[in-house]
């Protein structure tokens, strides 16, 4: 399932960002690219997030993209996480994540470190470093399921 899931996500490379849009070549923000992944791997998306702010440090009520992920995901902690998993952020402890990605093959370099495939606002898809300051941030690291 990681395979297919990395496979669709390395698609969206180079898409350009575009709050709320969930299609490759065309334009999505991060959670677009979840969901056109899911589109991609699964077929019909199980729901519709609605209407959502572009302002990721935002406050509300709740934690609306952790419960979704918790409903439609397998939670796996992340010394299991792996390339082609969901990994959910927040910008500071209390908040609720707003910034998502899928995990992709390190790169050849020193530490093997892995790298991001997400949305980057103002730029596009891209396939980045997880440098220690995102790391920092996980809130929540989580697996596709296999539904067949």
Request: aromatic share 10%.
């Amino acid at each position: 399932m990681r395979a297919l899931v990395l496979a669709a996500a390395r698609g969206f490379l180079g898409t350009p960002y575009r709050h709320q849009g969930s299609r490759a070549g065309v334009g999505c923000d991060c959670l677009g690219l979840v969901r056109g992944v899911w589109r991609e791997v699964y077929g019909a998306e199980p729901e519709t997030p609605g209407p959502y702010s572009a302002d990721w440090a935002e406050t509300g009520s709740g934690d609306p993209m952790c419960d979704a992920a918790q409903r439609l995901f397998r939670p796996i902690e992340w010394g299991e996480a792996a390339p082609g998993d969901l990994v959910l952020f927040r910008w500071r402890e209390g908040r609720p994540a707003k910034h998502c990605g899928i995990l992709d093959a390190p790169d050849g370099g020193a530490g093997r470190t892995l790298r991001l495939i997400h949305a980057y606002e103002g730029a596009s898809v891209v396939s980045s470093v997880l440098t220690p300051g995102w790391a920092g941030r996980i809130a929540g690291v989580f697996q596709f399921i296999n539904r067949s």
